[in-house]
């Protein structure tokens, strides 16, 4: 199955301007850990990064600073991985095994976000290769560190 015909539409998105305090707030009103940040083009949202409630805490735990005076830029996560629309959920499943991933965004051909798929949402498909889904869920690398979208 493709993994734009999986993923979720319900998502928050930030720019690098905002406010983490004002990041913080969507997070907190939505009840999530996490928004991607994106850079707005004339085709939608282009996913640029993510930013986490561990990111605020783990980069302004020590510091005396105004949320509303740091923008999201100076504590987002740049790295991101990506799932495509017209991916196989197969592939999507293993790409987030290796890398230790629990969501990541879908997007399409220009990079354009169309929503997240979570490994939550990739449980209850039949799996398309053959492997029993909850071996390719249950034996993720070790040793590496969650990443972006977990």
Do not use: W
Not at 2 to 18: P, S
Not at 75 to 89: G, P, R, T, W
Request: charged content about 25%.
């Amino acid at each position: 199955m493709k993994i734009g015909a999986l993923c979720r539409q319900q998502y928050q998105v930030v720019e690098v301007e905002t406010s983490v305090a004002e990041a913080s707030q969507r997070m907190n009103d939505a009840h999530i850990h996490e928004v991607i940040v994106v850079r707005r083009s004339e085709m939608g949202n282009i996913p640029i990064g993510t930013l986490t409630d561990h990111d605020i805490t783990a980069e302004l735990a020590d510091e005396e600073v105004d949320l509303r005076e740091i923008s999201v830029r100076d504590v987002m996560s740049f790295n991101i991985l990506l799932a495509y629309d017209f991916e196989d959920s197969s592939t999507i499943i293993e790409r987030m095994r290796a890398d230790g991933i629990h969501r990541l965004p879908v997007v399409d051909k220009n990079d354009v976000l169309l929503g997240v798929v979570s490994l939550n949402d990739l449980v209850n498909i039949p799996a398309e290769s053959g492997k029993d889904l909850s071996t390719m869920l249950s034996h993720p690398h070790e040793g590496q560190a969650n990443q972006s979208l977990n």
